[in-house]
């Protein structure tokens, strides 16, 4: 889920799954899986960025986190 602004300034959030097509008209446009069309503060660079961060946290999966958090829990390091 990603967080963008409407022309009128009220926030939402979008799923960014089911973003088909973002176009500039001169407004940003998004078209949904579902037919809806939605315009936007945002640029298509930011919503992009915003689709792609999203993206890479889904996939980054619990094995990444899961790696990385006894690092930050205080775990002992490991000797060389």
Do not use: C, F, W
């Amino acid at each position: 889920m990603i967080l963008l602004t409407r022309l009128d300034g009220k926030e939402m959030v979008v799923n960014a799954e089911h973003i088909l097509l973002v176009e500039q008209t001169p407004d940003t446009v998004l078209l949904l899986s579902s037919g809806l069309r939605v315009m936007v503060k945002e640029s298509i660079e930011e919503v992009a960025e915003r689709a792609t961060a999203y993206r890479r946290r889904t996939l980054s999966g619990p094995e990444l986190r899961a790696a990385v958090l006894p690092l930050h829990r205080g775990a002992p390091k490991s000797e060389d």
